[in-house]
């Protein structure tokens, strides 16, 4: 009876009590090592979500700051996770005073201070002072005096406090997040608010993720695959790829089919600290049990408590082993997941976490662990590794566009930048699908390699600020450093770009063996193994010899990370060795385009491909810093790349350095300086290219004024402009203006470089093509034949150039041969045409005649009237003997006929008005049988024919 009036003022306590009863209150980082856990563990015991509020746990669709103030008024117990953040944040110390304010005013209310790498000496007096003159503010502005000084009367009330209190002594957030549970599970039932919902099942301890899964089906079956075969995988990926998303799902799919009976289990390292106390071993086997034991004490099929929770580590862990061996025994199967293990890399336990899991492993018949990891190591020697790659275009695409209206185009440059990872891809299209209207701004802000203009309170930005504090956490300082500078690159880069920016040198990788290709090349796979970078084309056994040897790309979510550890001065630095490595890239692309031949264009394109980004980058890097580029060795550095991509056709590339240059070189040695006329000669070649002609000609006009100025009317470089300004006229076709400026150009280049220099073989080239469009070909054919055997002793026979003069050459010639063919018969058809025009003068039709239109010798044509005898043919005509020519009137007979006209034999002709019979045809002419004539119409057997009117009988 007792029992039940207990249970019975507890129901209406608890129906008198509306809104959250425990309130978790902290500032960023504590929420993943530590609020989570707690929040987990108070679930897994019993208590109802609805009684706890932390943040997006149990946030609803509104405004956060009306729902936390209802959680704070119906708060009966305050977990406060003090951190150096909790104390210098605005929101966090407003949760502070609220609860203090309950207290003074003895409300039921108990606080649970947890201490995180705090004291209570900090928080009170010059400790408090020091910590707010030395805190780095950031983009939030310190407090008004006003404000800090109710802060340090709020901290100091909260270090008088004389409850419970708690901190990071035991050495690991686990433990940490296990005590405080216990305490707060023990004030629940003292104040008899706790709400206790039997045993859970063993799934419900799993989250899936089914809404990030787009265009994941195939890789979750092959973790399937492997977890049935293996029992044993280590799943890798980068921040935000989505590791835990496909691990969880191919699990749930696994236990929904009845694999594991038992349940599957997760396990988050996040947090994993080792104490003094604590050897690394110890301290991995005590996370995993916490975390395991508070999750089978409410499992049904879990552990059995009968004389209350065990408190130690020690036995946690060996009742865990114990439940492993019962389900050996049982034939049940189970699973556990260990998520982010890379954490036990900066506690140093990352070996012993390896041998803590080989360690379970000897319950494989039983067991199947599934570990998820940014880090791809083989410390796990038997379990097998799939990596979580980046989602495919179409996916990220679809992905990103999700509820936005955008184009495709919009979509692909969204998901380009960012690389496929999902995490990068869900944030963008979250914050755009609340302000469409800013689409735009994002687009410009990707396509310029800008920071994107997206709030701080944007989830992008919290998991940038998460990504932050993990690098922080697992590099030392030069790592973290040369992840710093290689941010710089807007895509990828490659081995040699990542030596310059480390400053070891181009040569230390591309060339001899060296300490600087060792270093480089330790650092880019320590960082690769991190996830931190991507090799591509990992999976090809040869893949393609690019020069700068292999390329490597880091995911956008980590330039934006990485690039925060930049200082003013570094990333100036950093901004320098980018352009000069950018730079230095034309001579790798002139290598491919005439070293090697054409089997190099394909390397040479990739090349060019795989290069674009930063090329673009170089340009928009001048535009906005032109200060840093003044000097005249840049304007000639700008030159080369910019001759090359003119080369490779990449016009707009190409325009913008010429045009840098041109500015450069006005701008330091004036607007009359050879280089200036170098850069105008140059710009003006590359808007001729790009059929700019009105833009290219005053360039031309002014290159040569300066050089003639400068250099004189008989230098090489005059000439060069001369023979510019030349091609553009009569690319315009003023063929009259261009034709002595040609020759004068081709005059000096004689004259100075003489009759065989390539330069010379151009010019004359360029002038017999000017002859030939005026149609002077007589003129222009000995100029190309001088060209070709010019560059025909300087080149190899099947050089572009020498192939391309050969073929002018040849067209030349045809239409020389047509031109003298059409000369020769309208000759001949001229002198016929006068004969033809005065028919009784045949000596001129005869002399009109050309000699070589007959072999024959001339004969006198026949008088008129008079018919040409047999006699009068040449002998060669035919090799019968001469005959008279039948009489008027006669009819030839078959003897008449030669003897080889026909091999049958002579016949007589039929008479007049009477037809042949069958019989009297050749017997070759036809197959058919002998016929009789046919009948005449209506006529009788035997009756003459009189008519033309036939039917056939056959």
């Given at each position: 009876m007792l029992q039940e009036k207990q249970q019975l003022t507890m129901l209406q306590k608890q129906q008198q009590h509306t809104g959250p009863v425990v309130y978790?209150?902290?500032?960023?980082?504590?929420?993943?090592?530590?609020?989570?856990?707690?929040?987990?563990?108070?679930?897994?015991?019993?208590?109802?979500?609805?009684?706890?509020?932390?943040d997006d746990h149990s946030m609803r669709a509104g405004l956060f700051y009306p729902q936390s103030e209802q959680a704070l008024a119906s708060a009966k117990i305050g977990i406060l996770l003090l951190s150096k953040d909790f104390v210098t944040r605005e929101w966090p110390m407003r949760e502070l005073h609220a609860l203090l304010e309950k207290v003074v005013e003895q409300e039921p209310v108990e606080l649970i201070p947890v201490f995180c790498q705090l004291t209570t000496a900090d928080l009170k007096g010059e400790g408090l002072t020091q910590l707010y003159d030395t805190h780095d503010w950031?983009?939030?502005?310190?407090?008004?005096?006003?404000?800090?000084?109710?802060?340090?009367?709020?901290?100091?009330?909260?270090?008088?406090?004389?409850?419970?209190?708690?901190?990071?002594?035991?050495?690991?957030?686990?433990?940490?997040?296990?005590d405080v549970?216990?305490?707060?599970?023990?004030?629940?039932?003292?104040?008899?608010?706790?709400?206790?919902?039997?045993?859970?099942?063993?799934?419900?301890?799993?989250?899936?993720?089914?809404?990030?899964?787009?265009?994941?089906?195939?890789?979750?079956?092959?973790?399937?695959?492997?977890?049935?075969?293996?029992?044993?995988?280590?799943?890798?990926?980068?921040?935000?790829?989505?590791?835990?998303?496909?691990?969880?799902?191919?699990?749930?799919?696994?236990?929904?089919?009845?694999?594991?009976?038992?349940?599957?289990?997760?396990?988050?390292?996040?947090?994993?600290?080792?104490?003094?106390?604590?050897?690394?071993?110890?301290a991995v086997k005590a996370h995993i049990a916490v975390a395991m034991y508070m999750q089978l004490l409410q499992c049904e099929g879990g552990i059995q408590a009968r004389d209350g929770a065990l408190r130690a580590w020690e036995e946690q862990w060996g009742a865990l082993l114990s439940w492993l061996s019962g389900l050996k025994r049982q034939g049940r199967k189970a699973l556990l997941a260990f998520d982010d293990a890379e954490e036990a890399i900066p506690a140093g336990a990352a070996y012993d976490l390896a041998s803590v899991l080989e360690e379970l492993r000897q319950y494989e018949t039983s067991t199947t662990l599934l570990v998820m990891s940014r880090e791809n190591t083989g410390r796990y020697r038997s379990f097998g590794v799939l990596e979580v790659e980046p989602l495919t275009d179409g996916f990220a695409q679809a992905l990103v566009s999700a509820g936005i209206t955008m184009t495709d185009r919009d979509a692909q440059i969204l998901s380009s930048y960012c690389g496929g990872n999902p995490l990068m891809l869900t944030g963008l299209a979250s914050f755009m699908r609340r302000r469409?209207?800013?689409?735009?701004?994002?687009?410009?802000?990707?396509?310029?390699?800008?920071?994107?203009?997206?709030?701080?309170?944007?989830?992008?930005?919290?998991?940038?600020?998460?990504?932050?504090?993990?690098?922080?956490?697992?590099?030392?300082?030069?790592?973290?450093?040369?992840?710093?500078?290689?941010?710089?690159?807007?895509?990828?880069f490659s081995t040699s770009g990542a030596a310059a920016m480390l400053d070891s040198g181009i040569d230390a990788v591309v060339g001899a063996a060296g300490t600087g290709q060792k270093d480089v090349e330790d650092t880019l796979r320590r960082l690769c193994s991190l996830s931190i970078l991507r090799r591509q084309f990992p999976n090809l056994l040869r893949p393609l010899d690019l020069p700068g040897g292999p390329r490597y790309t880091m995911p956008a979510i980590y330039r934006a990370a990485a690039h925060t550890f930049l200082t003013p001065e570094v990333e100036t630095l950093a901004q320098q060795k980018f352009a000069q490595f950018v730079v230095s890239i034309a001579s790798d692309l002139r290598k491919c385009r005439l070293d090697q031949g054409a089997f190099m264009l394909k390397p040479g394109l990739e090349l060019l491909s795989s290069e674009q980004q930063n090329l673009q980058k170089l340009t928009r890097l001048i535009a906005?810093?032109?200060?840093?580029?003044?000097?005249?060795?840049?304007?000639?550095?700008?030159?080369?790349?910019?001759?090359?991509?003119?080369?490779?056709?990449?016009?707009?590339?190409?325009?913008?350095?010429?045009?840098?240059?041109?500015?450069?070189?006005?701008?330091?040695?004036?607007?009359?300086?050879?280089?200036?006329?170098?850069?105008?000669?140059?710009?003006?070649?590359?808007?001729?290219?790009?059929?700019?002609?009105?833009?290219?000609?005053?360039?031309?006009?002014?290159?040569?004024a300066i050089r003639e100025e400068l250099l004189g009317p008989k230098h090489p470089d005059t000439a060069s402009s001369l023979f510019g300004l030349?091609?553009?006229?009569?690319?315009?076709?003023?063929?009259?203006?261009?034709?002595?400026?040609?020759?004068?150009a081709l005059t000096i280049y004689e004259d100075v470089l003489g009759p065989m220099h390539p330069r010379t073989a151009q010019a004359i080239s360029t002038l017999a093509s000017l002859l030939t469009q005026q149609g002077n070909l007589a003129e222009a054919e000995p100029l190309y034949r001088r060209a070709l055997a010019i560059m025909e002793a300087q080149a190899s026979p099947h050089h572009p150039h020498v192939l391309m003069l050969r073929e002018k050459h040849d067209s030349v010639l045809r239409k020389l041969e047509q031109c003298h063919e059409a000369r020769r018969k309208q000759s001949w058809f001229t002198r016929a045409w006068q004969a033809i025009t005065d028919p009784l003068d045949f000596n001129a039709a005869a002399e009109a005649q050309p000699a070589d239109f007959t072999d024959d010798p001339p004969r006198k044509p026949p008088k008129r009237g008079e018919a040409s005898a047999s006699e009068a043919l040449p002998a060669d005509f035919t090799d019968d003997p001469p005959r008279k020519p039948p009489k008027r009137g006669e009819l030839t007979d078959g003897e008449a006929l030669p003897a080889d006209f026909t091999d049958d034999p002579p016949r007589k002709p039929p008479k007049r008005g009477q037809l042949p019979d069958r019989e009297a045809l050749p017997a070759d002419f036809t197959d058919d049988p002998p016929r009789k004539p046919p009948k005449r119409v209506g006529a009788s057997d035997g009756a003459p024919v009189t008519s033309t009117r036939y039917i056939h009988t056959s």
């Open positions: 978790i209150s902290h500032a960023g980082l504590e929420k993943k090592f530590l609020a989570d856990t707690i929040y987990r563990t108070l679930v897994s015991r019993g208590v109802a979500e609805s009684q706890i509020f932390l950031g983009k939030s502005r310190r407090p008004a005096p006003d404000v800090e000084e109710q802060w340090r009367r709020d901290l100091q009330k909260l270090c008088a406090y004389q409850g419970h209190r708690l901190d990071q002594s035991r050495g690991f957030h686990g433990m940490l997040a296990a549970a216990m305490l707060t599970l023990n004030l629940l039932e003292e104040k008899g608010l706790q709400v206790v919902v039997g045993r859970r099942a063993p799934q419900a301890f799993l989250r899936r993720y089914t809404d990030q899964l787009l265009g994941r089906d195939e890789l979750v079956e092959r973790i399937k695959i492997e977890l049935l075969s293996k029992r044993a995988l280590l799943l890798h990926g980068g921040a935000g790829v989505g590791k835990t998303s496909v691990g969880m799902e191919a699990a749930a799919q696994l236990e929904e089919q009845g694999h594991f009976s038992a349940g599957t289990f997760m396990v988050d390292f996040k947090g994993l600290r080792v104490a003094d106390s604590f050897n690394p071993c110890d469409p209207h800013r689409l735009q701004e994002v687009i410009l802000a990707v396509q310029s390699h800008a920071e994107l203009p997206l709030t701080g309170k944007s989830g992008f930005k919290v998991h940038v600020a998460q990504l932050i504090a993990w690098l922080n956490a697992f590099l030392d300082q030069h790592d973290k450093d040369s992840v710093a500078q290689l941010s710089t690159f807007p895509d990828s906005s810093d032109f200060s840093m580029f003044m000097t005249a060795s840049w304007a000639r550095k700008l030159n080369a790349p910019a001759c090359e991509l003119q080369a490779w056709r990449q016009l707009a590339e190409a325009e913008q350095l010429y045009i840098h240059a041109l500015a450069i070189n006005e701008k330091v040695l004036g607007p009359k300086h050879q280089s200036t006329a170098t850069s105008l000669n140059d710009l003006g070649g590359l808007f001729q290219t790009q059929g700019k002609l009105a833009e290219a000609e005053p360039l031309y006009i002014r290159a040569l030349a091609s553009l006229l009569q690319a315009k076709g003023k063929l009259a203006e261009a034709e002595p400026l040609c020759r004068r």
